[in-house]
């Protein structure tokens, strides 16, 4: 066990082909007349915002501000088998046959590019080659920094910035060849995660837990309710917050629910869909980066009681790219083994330090 890595990056160039330009000419039909329509009634001009620069601004911190016990790693392309573990065959076909095109593939403004069907597989290949890396003990945890993202992606649809759902091909796949029995997964994006949710409804060997903004906000799923069906009743799990929810509620939310799920559960592997857009940059939310941290502090915890530290970050949303890269920044840093902060509510120590500075202005009584 002695090479066994801390914490290793999985990261492959081919991610940043997906990149379409709504200012190119698109595949005509109806979806392309619809949603031009949509955008040219927008009072700005409309950018394409799942684009590149979010893993150039990732990876462009982490090279300025690297932190010591981080490895990297390539990613590898995804095959039909692994993909088709959790979607539809017509689905796989559909998609792949727009690998030169630009199109829209839903009315919420999933498009591809030429290069996306390739960045696509390589984004699920690669959280495939995290999870085997963790399964395999060559490093305790990993961070699969991929896109295009996955969690809406549902077994026949492609829709909120996804294509194939990435967490549940690394899902499916540990269980399918790893060995894994019980695999966890928690979904911290601020969206909720319909498309794993759907993929693993009916599913007992897979934990979904989810903490998103509450219905009507993106997607619309995600009700207290939804709790799976079947066999799988019992282990979908969702936690609908109210917009502008912060760092205390997300704890309380890890200490009240995800710590005892996870313990009833006792999965041989946890994966978290790590999403970056509940900081208030993103303007849905309030988390911090400290509030990112002592999540991914609860998650390693959790993993290193039931799993040997099995743990892995698969990346989802975070459309800042300042917030972006210093949310996984600050996620790495505690998975490397830095100091947890406390969660906290923003504003509370500089008032106290204000009030201090200002104390003395109150009072006519000379206090010195
Ligand atoms: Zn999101």
Known sequence: MTDRKVVTVFYD????KHFPDVNTAFLPGRLDKRIRTILSGLAVQWKYPEHPGRLQAVMELLNREPIPDVAFAPGQAATREQLARVH???FLDDIFSLRDDSAWLDVDTTAVSPGSVEAAEVAAGTAIAAVEAVMAGQTESAFALVRPPGHHAEPARARGFCLFNNVAVAAAHAKAVLGCKRVLIL???VHHGNGTQDIFWADPDVMFIDLHRAAP????TGALDDIGAGRGEGTTVNVPLPGGAGDMAYFHAMQEIVVPATEYFNPDLILVSAGFDAHWFDLAMNVSYEGFAAMASVMQSLARRHCDGRLVCVLEGGYNT????HGVHSVLKVLAGGSVPDPKVCGMEEVDRAAEFHRGAFTDEDTG
Not at 13 to 16: A, F, I, K, M, Q
Not at 217 to 220: A, E, S
Not at 322 to 325: A, G, I, N, Q, T
């Open 322 to 325: 300042e917030s972006l890269s």
């Open 13 to 16: 160039e081919r991610v940043l």
């Open 88 to 90: 539809t065959m017509s």
């Open 217 to 220: 906000f993106y997607p619309g």
């Open 187 to 189: 979904d911290w994006d």
